[in-house]
């Protein structure tokens, strides 16, 4: 089993930044394609970016420039750092990972969310 830890988020006026992380822990042999979503209240979850275990990222158009998405493989965690932040951002975000376990079988996991409140 796979246990994620997301941490950062919060209340921030527009144009302001904050960052996000998540941490992943358990029975993890590597982990691929790395990434966050959010989900907006009434709409559906939408990608945000994805990084490869190489490095290679992804990003939807809205947050293009001004997110970017990181990941440590030493320390399993995938950062979001979100700067010019508008109220459309406002979304309670979610991490999700793909993970190769020692036995060589893959699952994908989701982290709890993390509520990010953008005021104008």
């Known amino acids: 089993q796979v246990q994620l830890v997301e941490s950062g988020g919060g209340l921030v006026q527009a144009g302001g930044s904050l960052g996000l992380s998540c941490s992943a822990s358990?029975?993890?042999?590597?982990?691929?394609?790395m990434g966050w979503y959010r989900q907006a209240p009434g709409k559906q979850r939408e990608l945000v970016a994805t990084v490869a275990r190489g490095g290679r990222t992804n990003y939807a158009d809205s947050v293009k420039g001004r997110f970017t998405i990181s990941r440590d493989n030493a320390k399993n965690t995938v950062y979001l750092q979100m700067s010019n932040l508008k109220p459309e951002d406002t979304a309670v975000y979610y991490c999700?990972?793909?993970?190769?376990?020692?036995?060589?079988?893959?699952?994908?996991?989701w982290g709890k969310g993390t509520q990010v409140t953008v005021s104008s």
């Open positions: 999700n990972l793909e993970v190769a376990n020692w036995i060589g079988r893959v699952d994908t996991y």
């Open positions: 358990g029975s993890i042999f590597s982990i691929n394609t």
